[in-house]
Protein backbone atom coordinates (compact mmCIF):
# COMPACT_ATOMS: atom_id res chain seq x y z
CA UNK A 1 0.00 0.00 0.00
CA UNK A 2 1.36 3.28 -0.99
CA UNK A 3 0.18 5.06 1.89
CA UNK A 4 2.24 3.81 4.61
CA UNK A 5 1.20 2.01 7.91
CA UNK A 6 3.21 4.62 9.85
CA UNK A 7 0.92 7.54 8.48
CA UNK A 8 -2.00 5.82 8.75
CA UNK A 9 -1.61 5.17 12.39
CA UNK A 10 -0.13 8.26 12.81
CA UNK A 11 -1.66 10.83 10.84
CA UNK A 12 -3.44 13.08 13.55
CA UNK A 13 0.31 13.44 14.95
CA UNK A 14 2.02 13.31 11.26
CA UNK A 15 -0.87 16.16 10.46
CA UNK A 16 -2.04 14.21 7.54
CA UNK A 17 -5.27 13.73 6.42
CA UNK A 18 -5.32 10.11 5.03
CA UNK A 19 -8.21 10.56 2.02
CA UNK A 20 -6.05 13.09 0.15
CA UNK A 21 -3.14 10.27 0.10
CA UNK A 22 -5.28 8.16 -1.04
CA UNK A 23 -5.77 10.82 -3.89
CA UNK A 24 -2.56 10.68 -4.41
CA UNK A 25 -2.04 7.09 -5.51
CA UNK A 26 -4.88 7.59 -7.99
CA UNK A 27 -3.04 10.53 -9.47
CA UNK A 28 -0.13 8.39 -9.79
CA UNK A 29 -1.93 5.68 -11.34
CA UNK A 30 -3.82 7.14 -13.71
CA UNK A 31 -0.65 8.71 -15.07
CA UNK A 32 0.53 5.21 -15.93
CA UNK A 33 -2.65 4.40 -17.02
CA UNK A 34 -2.22 7.56 -19.89
CA UNK A 35 1.03 5.86 -20.70
CA UNK A 36 2.89 8.88 -19.42
CA UNK A 37 5.98 7.62 -17.94
CA UNK A 38 7.42 3.44 -18.38
CA UNK A 39 8.22 3.71 -14.69
CA UNK A 40 7.70 5.95 -11.16
CA UNK A 41 9.02 4.95 -8.23
CA UNK A 42 8.74 7.41 -5.18
CA UNK A 43 9.01 8.23 -1.50
CA UNK A 44 7.78 11.20 0.38
CA UNK A 45 8.57 11.57 4.21
CA UNK A 46 6.69 13.94 6.95
CA UNK A 47 8.73 14.35 10.05
CA UNK A 48 11.20 12.21 8.99
CA UNK A 49 9.14 9.14 8.49
CA UNK A 50 7.83 7.90 5.81
CA UNK A 51 4.12 7.96 4.66
CA UNK A 52 3.97 7.83 1.28
CA UNK A 53 5.79 4.81 -0.94
CA UNK A 54 5.01 3.63 -4.49
CA UNK A 55 6.63 1.52 -7.31
CA UNK A 56 4.51 1.68 -10.86
CA UNK A 57 5.23 0.33 -13.99
CA UNK A 58 8.38 -1.43 -16.21
CA UNK A 59 11.69 -2.37 -16.45
CA UNK A 60 13.22 -3.76 -19.46
CA UNK A 61 15.54 -5.82 -17.06
CA UNK A 62 14.61 -8.89 -15.09
CA UNK A 63 15.60 -6.95 -11.68
CA UNK A 64 11.61 -5.17 -11.76
CA UNK A 65 10.69 -1.71 -10.82
CA UNK A 66 11.52 -1.44 -6.82
CA UNK A 67 12.63 1.03 -4.30
CA UNK A 68 16.20 -0.16 -4.73
CA UNK A 69 16.54 0.16 -8.72
CA UNK A 70 18.92 2.22 -9.38
CA UNK A 71 18.00 4.98 -11.47
CA UNK A 72 20.37 7.56 -13.73
CA UNK A 73 18.85 11.17 -11.59
CA UNK A 74 21.11 13.60 -14.38
CA UNK A 75 21.19 16.73 -13.02
CA UNK A 76 20.31 15.63 -9.22
CA UNK A 77 24.37 14.93 -9.37
CA UNK A 78 24.65 18.91 -9.18
CA UNK A 79 23.13 18.96 -5.28
CA UNK A 80 25.44 16.39 -4.50
CA UNK A 81 28.56 17.58 -6.12
CA UNK A 82 27.63 21.05 -3.96
CA UNK A 83 27.33 19.09 -1.08
CA UNK A 84 30.71 17.49 -1.48
CA UNK A 85 32.27 20.70 -1.83
CA UNK A 86 30.96 22.21 1.25
CA UNK A 87 32.60 19.48 3.28
CA UNK A 88 36.04 20.18 1.26
CA UNK A 89 35.22 23.12 2.68
CA UNK A 90 34.15 22.57 6.56
CA UNK A 91 37.40 20.55 6.58
CA UNK A 92 39.84 23.41 5.97
CA UNK A 93 40.71 22.18 2.17
CA UNK A 94 39.15 24.74 -0.26
CA UNK A 95 37.19 27.97 0.05
CA UNK A 96 34.37 28.83 -2.48
CA UNK A 97 35.72 32.23 -2.65
CA UNK A 98 38.82 31.03 -4.84
CA UNK A 99 39.10 31.35 -8.11
CA UNK A 100 38.65 28.23 -10.43
CA UNK A 101 42.21 28.78 -11.76
CA UNK A 102 43.80 28.29 -7.90
CA UNK A 103 42.54 24.28 -8.59
CA UNK A 104 42.70 24.08 -11.96
CA UNK A 105 45.48 26.39 -13.33
CA UNK A 106 44.83 25.94 -17.01
CA UNK A 107 41.42 27.76 -16.29
CA UNK A 108 42.29 31.42 -16.85
CA UNK A 109 42.73 33.71 -20.27
CA UNK A 110 39.48 34.69 -22.00
CA UNK A 111 37.73 36.16 -19.19
CA UNK A 112 37.96 32.97 -16.83
CA UNK A 113 40.35 34.41 -13.85
CA UNK A 114 37.38 36.16 -13.18
CA UNK A 115 35.14 33.19 -12.16
CA UNK A 116 35.32 31.92 -8.64
CA UNK A 117 34.02 28.52 -6.94
CA UNK A 118 30.94 30.47 -5.63
CA UNK A 119 29.54 31.60 -9.19
CA UNK A 120 29.63 27.66 -10.79
CA UNK A 121 27.60 26.99 -7.84
CA UNK A 122 25.12 29.55 -8.28
CA UNK A 123 25.17 29.38 -12.02
CA UNK A 124 26.43 32.94 -12.51
CA UNK A 125 29.43 32.01 -13.86
CA UNK A 126 28.49 33.52 -17.75
CA UNK A 127 29.14 30.18 -18.61
CA UNK A 128 26.67 28.71 -21.40
CA UNK A 129 26.37 25.57 -22.18
CA UNK A 130 24.99 26.36 -25.63
CA UNK A 131 27.63 29.21 -26.36
CA UNK A 132 30.74 26.77 -25.04
CA UNK A 133 29.21 24.11 -27.13
CA UNK A 134 28.54 26.15 -30.47
CA UNK A 135 31.89 27.21 -30.04
CA UNK A 136 33.34 23.95 -29.40
CA UNK A 137 31.69 22.86 -32.84
CA UNK A 138 33.07 25.76 -35.15
CA UNK A 139 36.54 25.18 -33.72
CA UNK A 140 36.82 21.40 -34.77
CA UNK A 141 35.26 22.05 -37.91
CA UNK A 142 37.88 25.39 -38.88
CA UNK A 143 40.58 24.50 -37.05
CA UNK A 144 40.67 20.00 -37.11
CA UNK A 145 38.49 19.83 -40.38
CA UNK A 146 36.10 17.43 -38.85
CA UNK A 147 32.58 17.91 -38.59
CA UNK A 148 30.88 16.61 -35.91
CA UNK A 149 27.41 14.30 -35.35
CA UNK A 150 23.89 16.22 -35.12
CA UNK A 151 22.36 16.27 -31.93
CA UNK A 152 20.27 12.69 -31.73
CA UNK A 153 22.63 10.84 -33.99
CA UNK A 154 23.39 7.59 -33.58
CA UNK A 155 25.68 6.57 -31.06
CA UNK A 156 27.85 4.82 -33.42
CA UNK A 157 28.56 7.85 -35.42
CA UNK A 158 29.82 9.78 -32.52
CA UNK A 159 31.94 6.89 -31.60
CA UNK A 160 33.32 7.26 -34.80
CA UNK A 161 33.83 11.02 -34.42
CA UNK A 162 35.10 10.97 -31.22
CA UNK A 163 37.70 8.57 -32.24
CA UNK A 164 38.80 10.37 -35.22
CA UNK A 165 38.96 13.68 -32.77
CA UNK A 166 41.01 12.25 -30.76
CA UNK A 167 43.68 11.01 -32.74
CA UNK A 168 43.56 14.58 -34.23
CA UNK A 169 44.65 16.12 -31.26
CA UNK A 170 46.78 13.44 -29.90
CA UNK A 171 44.71 12.38 -26.78
CA UNK A 172 43.76 9.20 -25.80
CA UNK A 173 40.01 8.49 -26.22
CA UNK A 174 40.43 6.11 -22.96
CA UNK A 175 41.28 8.33 -20.50
CA UNK A 176 38.64 11.00 -21.37
CA UNK A 177 38.14 11.35 -17.49
CA UNK A 178 41.07 13.16 -17.20
CA UNK A 179 40.24 17.05 -17.54
CA UNK A 180 43.56 17.43 -19.57
CA UNK A 181 42.74 14.15 -21.92
CA UNK A 182 39.37 15.52 -22.37
CA UNK A 183 39.02 17.26 -25.96
CA UNK A 184 35.97 19.44 -25.47
CA UNK A 185 37.45 20.72 -22.45
CA UNK A 186 40.87 21.83 -24.08
CA UNK A 187 38.80 23.13 -26.76
CA UNK A 188 36.71 25.15 -24.37
CA UNK A 189 39.61 27.10 -22.83
CA UNK A 190 40.65 28.19 -26.46
CA UNK A 191 37.49 30.37 -26.92
CA UNK A 192 37.16 33.63 -24.82
CA UNK A 193 33.82 34.02 -22.99
CA UNK A 194 31.15 35.68 -24.34
CA UNK A 195 29.56 37.66 -21.20
CA UNK A 196 30.80 38.66 -18.05
CA UNK A 197 30.43 37.03 -14.70
CA UNK A 198 27.31 37.27 -12.28
CA UNK A 199 25.58 39.46 -15.23
CA UNK A 200 23.14 36.93 -15.47
CA UNK A 201 22.11 33.26 -13.91
CA UNK A 202 22.37 30.48 -16.33
CA UNK A 203 22.14 27.12 -15.58
CA UNK A 204 25.04 25.30 -16.46
CA UNK A 205 26.14 21.77 -17.07
CA UNK A 206 29.95 22.88 -17.85
CA UNK A 207 30.74 24.77 -14.74
CA UNK A 208 29.68 21.48 -12.45
CA UNK A 209 32.02 19.26 -14.65
CA UNK A 210 34.54 21.73 -13.40
CA UNK A 211 33.57 21.75 -9.51
CA UNK A 212 33.82 17.70 -9.92
CA UNK A 213 37.27 18.33 -11.12
CA UNK A 214 38.62 20.75 -8.24
CA UNK A 215 36.67 17.38 -5.88
CA UNK A 216 39.29 15.38 -7.36
CA UNK A 217 42.57 17.35 -7.28
CA UNK A 218 41.84 18.48 -3.80
CA UNK A 219 40.73 15.45 -2.24
CA UNK A 220 43.70 13.22 -4.55
CA UNK A 221 40.91 10.51 -5.06
CA UNK A 222 37.99 9.55 -7.64
CA UNK A 223 34.81 11.48 -7.23
CA UNK A 224 33.29 7.79 -6.26
CA UNK A 225 35.85 7.08 -3.48
CA UNK A 226 35.76 10.22 -1.73
CA UNK A 227 32.00 10.44 -2.16
CA UNK A 228 31.75 7.23 -0.58
CA UNK A 229 33.84 7.64 2.25
CA UNK A 230 32.72 11.18 2.89
CA UNK A 231 29.08 11.34 2.42
CA UNK A 232 27.81 7.87 1.08
CA UNK A 233 28.81 5.29 3.46
CA UNK A 234 28.14 7.72 6.85
CA UNK A 235 24.83 7.93 5.19
CA UNK A 236 23.68 4.71 4.72
CA UNK A 237 24.03 5.00 1.07
CA UNK A 238 24.27 1.67 -0.19
CA UNK A 239 23.40 1.63 -3.72
CA UNK A 240 24.60 5.15 -4.55
CA UNK A 241 27.96 5.25 -7.42
CA UNK A 242 28.98 7.52 -10.23
CA UNK A 243 30.95 4.12 -11.52
CA UNK A 244 28.55 1.37 -10.77
CA UNK A 245 30.19 -1.75 -10.27
CA UNK A 246 29.57 -4.57 -12.36
CA UNK A 247 27.76 -6.52 -10.29
CA UNK A 248 25.09 -3.48 -10.14
CA UNK A 249 24.36 -3.08 -13.38
CA UNK A 250 21.43 -5.19 -13.95
CA UNK A 251 20.03 -3.45 -11.02
CA UNK A 252 19.78 -0.06 -13.16
CA UNK A 253 16.34 1.22 -14.62
CA UNK A 254 16.79 -0.75 -18.35
CA UNK A 255 14.72 2.19 -20.60
CA UNK A 256 12.93 1.05 -23.71
CA UNK A 257 13.61 2.49 -26.84
CA UNK A 258 10.77 4.99 -26.61
CA UNK A 259 12.69 6.57 -23.82
CA UNK A 260 14.63 9.59 -23.44
CA UNK A 261 18.15 8.89 -23.50
CA UNK A 262 17.30 5.98 -25.18
CA UNK A 263 20.16 3.93 -25.83
CA UNK A 264 22.91 5.99 -23.87
CA UNK A 265 21.29 5.92 -20.39
CA UNK A 266 21.37 1.64 -20.93
CA UNK A 267 24.99 2.09 -21.91
CA UNK A 268 27.97 0.42 -20.15
CA UNK A 269 29.69 3.65 -20.76
CA UNK A 270 26.78 5.99 -18.99
CA UNK A 271 27.46 2.98 -16.07
CA UNK A 272 30.75 3.87 -15.73
CA UNK A 273 30.22 8.16 -15.95
CA UNK A 274 31.64 10.61 -13.44
CA UNK A 275 30.11 13.16 -15.06
CA UNK A 276 29.93 15.98 -12.14
CA UNK A 277 26.60 17.25 -14.14
CA UNK A 278 24.49 14.29 -14.10
CA UNK A 279 26.70 10.95 -13.78
CA UNK A 280 24.94 9.95 -10.46
CA UNK A 281 23.23 6.67 -9.97
CA UNK A 282 20.81 6.06 -7.03
CA UNK A 283 17.93 5.10 -5.32
CA UNK A 284 14.42 6.62 -3.69
CA UNK A 285 15.95 4.90 -0.62
CA UNK A 286 19.43 6.59 -0.67
CA UNK A 287 18.30 10.15 -2.11
CA UNK A 288 15.83 9.94 0.85
CA UNK A 289 18.62 9.56 3.15
CA UNK A 290 20.59 12.55 1.71
CA UNK A 291 17.44 14.52 1.19
CA UNK A 292 16.78 14.08 5.09
CA UNK A 293 20.21 14.95 6.08
CA UNK A 294 19.86 18.67 4.34
CA UNK A 295 16.31 18.84 5.83
CA UNK A 296 18.21 17.92 9.28
CA UNK A 297 20.34 20.60 9.33
CA UNK A 298 23.54 18.02 8.39
CA UNK A 299 22.37 14.92 10.45
CA UNK A 300 20.77 12.00 9.90
CA UNK A 301 20.05 9.42 12.38
CA UNK A 302 22.44 11.09 15.03
CA UNK A 303 25.23 11.59 12.27
CA UNK A 304 26.42 15.14 11.17
CA UNK A 305 27.91 15.18 7.78
CA UNK A 306 27.78 18.83 7.45
CA UNK A 307 27.34 21.88 9.99
CA UNK A 308 24.04 23.58 10.34
CA UNK A 309 25.49 27.05 8.99
CA UNK A 310 26.92 25.27 5.42
CA UNK A 311 22.95 23.80 5.17
CA UNK A 312 21.67 27.32 5.71
CA UNK A 313 24.08 28.70 3.33
CA UNK A 314 23.91 26.30 0.56
CA UNK A 315 20.30 26.09 0.27
CA UNK A 316 19.09 30.16 0.75
CA UNK A 317 19.10 32.49 -2.00
CA UNK A 318 22.15 33.39 -3.47
CA UNK A 319 21.96 35.69 -6.35
CA UNK A 320 19.33 38.41 -4.81
CA UNK A 321 21.93 40.76 -4.97
CA UNK A 322 23.47 42.97 -7.26
CA UNK A 323 20.82 42.47 -9.65
CA UNK A 324 21.33 39.33 -11.26
CA UNK A 325 18.39 37.74 -13.24
CA UNK A 326 17.15 34.51 -15.47
CA UNK A 327 14.86 35.05 -18.19
CA UNK A 328 14.31 38.85 -17.10
CA UNK A 329 12.98 37.47 -13.69
CA UNK A 330 14.74 38.00 -10.12
CA UNK A 331 12.81 34.92 -8.67
CA UNK A 332 13.70 32.36 -11.45
CA UNK A 333 17.85 33.67 -10.82
CA UNK A 334 16.95 32.02 -6.97
CA UNK A 335 19.57 29.64 -6.67
CA UNK A 336 21.30 28.40 -3.70
CA UNK A 337 24.57 26.23 -3.84
CA UNK A 338 23.63 23.39 -5.62
CA UNK A 339 19.69 23.63 -5.35
CA UNK A 340 16.39 25.54 -6.88
CA UNK A 341 15.28 27.86 -3.78
CA UNK A 342 11.89 28.58 -4.61
CA UNK A 343 11.04 31.76 -3.25
CA UNK A 344 8.24 32.84 -5.81
CA UNK A 345 8.56 30.69 -8.71
CA UNK A 346 5.62 28.75 -10.65
CA UNK A 347 7.25 26.20 -11.97
CA UNK A 348 6.81 22.01 -12.78
CA UNK A 349 7.78 21.37 -9.32
CA UNK A 350 3.96 22.47 -7.39
CA UNK A 351 3.14 26.11 -6.45
CA UNK A 352 1.90 24.61 -3.00
CA UNK A 353 5.26 23.73 -1.85
CA UNK A 354 6.91 26.68 0.58
CA UNK A 355 8.62 29.33 -0.96
CA UNK A 356 11.81 28.35 1.55
CA UNK A 357 11.90 24.96 -0.19
CA UNK A 358 14.36 23.59 -2.24
CA UNK A 359 14.47 21.29 -5.05
CA UNK A 360 16.15 19.74 -8.34
CA UNK A 361 15.53 17.75 -11.07
CA UNK A 362 17.15 15.22 -13.07
CA UNK A 363 16.33 15.24 -17.30
CA UNK A 364 14.76 12.33 -18.31
CA UNK A 365 12.73 11.82 -15.49
CA UNK A 366 13.73 12.63 -12.04
CA UNK A 367 13.26 14.90 -9.23
CA UNK A 368 13.89 15.44 -5.21
CA UNK A 369 12.27 18.51 -3.24
CA UNK A 370 13.04 19.19 0.53
CA UNK A 371 10.74 21.66 2.67
CA UNK A 372 11.75 23.01 6.08
CA UNK A 373 8.98 24.53 6.99
CA UNK A 374 5.99 21.48 6.46
CA UNK A 375 9.13 19.19 7.08
CA UNK A 376 8.82 17.43 4.14
CA UNK A 377 11.41 15.50 1.62
CA UNK A 378 9.67 13.58 -2.06
CA UNK A 379 11.72 11.63 -4.29
CA UNK A 380 10.65 11.22 -7.45
CA UNK A 381 12.30 9.22 -10.25
CA UNK A 382 10.46 8.01 -13.36
CA UNK A 383 11.62 7.30 -16.80
CA UNK A 384 9.81 9.90 -19.44
CA UNK A 385 9.20 9.12 -22.94
CA UNK A 386 10.39 11.03 -25.83
CA UNK A 387 8.43 14.12 -26.43
CA UNK A 388 8.34 12.99 -30.57
CA UNK A 389 6.83 9.49 -29.19
CA UNK A 390 4.47 10.74 -26.03
CA UNK A 391 3.34 14.62 -25.61
CA UNK A 392 5.19 15.65 -22.40
CA UNK A 393 3.32 15.94 -18.91
CA UNK A 394 4.90 17.19 -15.92
CA UNK A 395 3.47 14.87 -13.19
CA UNK A 396 5.67 16.24 -10.68
CA UNK A 397 3.54 19.55 -10.08
CA UNK A 398 0.55 17.12 -9.91
CA UNK A 399 2.00 14.91 -7.49
CA UNK A 400 3.29 17.44 -5.09
CA UNK A 401 0.29 19.53 -5.38
CA UNK A 402 -2.06 16.62 -4.42
CA UNK A 403 0.59 15.57 -1.24
CA UNK A 404 0.43 19.37 -0.21
CA UNK A 405 -3.61 19.32 0.13
CA UNK A 406 -3.25 16.18 2.25
CA UNK A 407 -1.15 18.82 5.16
CA UNK A 408 -2.91 19.93 7.66
Keep these: MPITQYALQNAKDLGLRPQRLELL ?64 QEDGRADIVEPVKTYLPEFTGGGRDEIYIWRLLTHTSGLRDDEINAANREYIKNELGLTPPEHGSPMEEWTAFNTLLYEKMGLDLGAENDRLNNADYLISLKHPMVRKPRSDMMYCNYGFQRLKEIIDVISGEPIDEFAQKRLFEPLGMKNTYWKAPEDKWGQILGRGENCEGFPFINSERYYQSESGAGGLKTTVEDITKFALMILGGGVFEGNRILSRRSIEEMTCNQNCDEGVTSYGSDSYAAWGYGWNVRTTKRDDTGILRSRSSIDHGGWAGTKILIDPQEDVTAAIFSAEYRTDIVPYSTIYAPIINVFYSALE
Excluded: W
Design 25 to 88: EETIQKFMAQGQRQAIVTRITRGGHVVFEGCYGTNTKPYGVKYDTLFSVASITKAVIATLFMCL
